[in-house]
């Protein structure tokens, strides 16, 4: 999606006002932190030139992208935007409102060539929780399916998730039955350590970048927010999954042996993981074969992550029968289908 596709949905009056605040987003990106961001979010970009997948068309044309879905055997996939709107919306002068439609609406464009395969990830901005909860309202009535959110608040200096301030908005998403989606990305803590890493493609700072998943996973767990808002279902994108294992059990210990206080949550930790979060991964055989009983089989996403380079297209059929070896046909079935039938009420 493009910044003119955005633009096309908004009053000419408001297109300066765009270019200036996607601009100065744009800026910072090139700098500093938003430098090593580009560098090694996605596990080294600069070596992506070489790969077949990278720039295609389907990358931008929904026609384009139905074909390679067919190629690949996928029968719909849950979209994410490589454009952060949550970065930059909030700082159009005079159409923060409209900004934040114009770009679902784009998003929307994109799906309606068919919604029912092609499932956008619709961005929800936490600057101003009254309008986040009208575009959760609006996007839900337009037949909207999937939501986006910031992993981490205190990237933009807002309060953390378990804050009062959210309440309103997850209640108003409970209501939907729409899954919040957290996507991976660079933890403002970690740039230091991207700027030190001296690796070509960031490749010491990339495998932490999942890793941080966990102090989300400990806001929204130990902060409360599934013990107030139980009916939602958070999916975190990319996490990895055999670590998560390992949290799970360290979390439950730190409560069951060593004595530490939650006084958010009544229950333990992980009882919130297993009844509200779920987590997608690309290839990885390790946490699939290894450790899936501990993170619960229907909390297991399996994703194609087309079109970046660690994508397992065109040949998602062979590494799903290959990572998938030895594991009983109901579970397959349940990660690499009904369990995201569930979570995005498809």
Known sequence: MTHEQVKYHLPSRLHEAYDKASGDYEARMNRGAGA?????????QASSASNAVFGRKAYYD???????????????EVLYSEVSAFRYLASVEGGVDETVQAFNDALADFASTDPNRLIVSYQIPIHD?????????RVAAKGGKSLQMPVFPSEFKLPEYFDERYAPLFSAIEETGLPICFHIGLNTN????????PTPNKGIAVPLVPLMTAEALGMIIMGGVLERHPRLK??????????????????DDMVRRQGYKFPAIKEMPSEYYYR??????????????RVRDLLGVNNIIWSTDFPHPVTSWPNSRAVVDKIFTGIPAEERKAMVSGNAARVWNL
Do not use: C, H, Y
């Open 36 to 44: 090593a961001n580009r560098a090694g979010a996605k596990g080294g």
């Open 190 to 197: 970690l740039a230091d350590l991207f700027m030190r890493d």
């Open 62 to 76: 929904p026609v384009a992208r139905l074909e390679d879905m067919d190629t690949d055997g996928v029968e719909a």
């Open 234 to 251: 958070v999916v975190f994108v990319e996490p990895g999954l055999a670590w998560v294992a390992w949290w799970l059990e360290t979390v």
């Open 129 to 137: 929780i009254d309008l986040a909860v009208r575009e959760v309202q």
């Open 276 to 289: 509200n979060v779920f987590l997608t991964f690309i290839d990885e055989s390790v946490g699939l074969q």
